[in-house]
T-cell receptor, first 110, second 117 residues
Framework: GEDVEQSLFLSVREGDSSVINCTYT??????LYWYKQEPGAGLQLLTY?????DMKQDQRLTVLLNKKDKHLSLRIADTQTGDSAIYFC??????????FGSGTRLSIRP | GAGVSQTPSNKVTEKGKYVELRCDPI?????LYWYRQSLGQGPEFLIY????????DSGLPNDRFFAVRPEGSVSTLKIQRTERGDSAVYLC???????????????FGPGTRLTVL
């Protein structure tokens, strides 16, 4: 069945890079997504990658996709306190349905 | 423009009661989705509307859950005979018409936190 897995917690020092990893199971996914959820706020689409791409860079964000291993990662360069949030990896299993992982809580140490 | 809005933001009810949760999508978005997010989990798909009709309701957990979108805009999620296990944040999202093979960018509302005592 469809499943998206990611580690629950990550703690990094301010200014370092954060790398959040995810594995998924549906090889037919067309797009893979990273969403950000801050306390009291809705889910925000952070970035996405088309399944035929290996890498996508968007300012401080780098998404790497290993389709063979069904592994997706999000790297945040120069992590800031404002990056503290829960990050969800997600895949589109159909035109309608997005499957989310359980989320990785990113905390920033001074 | 205005984003997706949901009312109420919080709802506390007693076991066995009926509740309705409302979603106002972004104007012009034909697709509307309901998700449920339990504590410590990611959003779980419930139902998808294309216009007025439910195109995919495979995520509804049982027949106590029902959703409508009579005019193709506002949607209401209805839960009958609520149980404590229904406690969660119910998220609504909307998007433009998702095309087969196209990117489905869903815009999420802030959610309704439902607590069943």
């Amino acid at each position: 069945g469809e499943d998206v897995e990611q580690s629950l917690f990550l703690s990094v020092r301010e200014g370092d890079s954060s790398v959040i990893n995810c594995t998924y199971t549906d090889s037919s996914s067309t797009y893979l997504y990273w969403y950000k959820q801050e306390p009291g706020a809705g889910l925000q689409l952070l970035t996405y990658i088309f399944s035929n791409m290996d890498m996508k860079q968007d300012q401080r964000l780098t998404v790497l996709l290993n389709k063979k291993d069904k592994h997706l990662s999000l790297r945040i360069a120069d992590t800031q306190t404002g990056d503290s949030a829960i990050y969800f990896c997600a895949e589109d299993s159909s035109a309608s349905k997005i499957i989310f992982g359980s989320g990785t809580r990113l905390s920033i140490r001074p | 423009g205005a984003g997706v809005s949901q009312t109420p933001s919080n709802k506390v009810t007693e076991k066995g009661k009926y509740v309705e949760l409302r979603c106002d999508p972004i104007s012009g978005h034909t697709a509307l989705y309901w998700y449920r997010q339990s504590l410590g989990q990611g959003p779980e798909f419930l139902i998808y509307f294309q216009g007025t009709g439910a195109a995919d309701d495979s995520g509804l957990p049982n027949d106590r859950f029902f959703a409508v979108r009579p005019e193709g805009s506002v949607s209401t999620l209805k839960i009958q005979r609520t149980e404590r296990g229904d406690s969660a944040v119910y998220l609504c999202a909307s998007s433009r018409l998702p095309l087969a093979g196209g990117r489905n960018e869903q815009f999420f509302g802030p959610g309704t936190r439902l607590t069943v005592l």
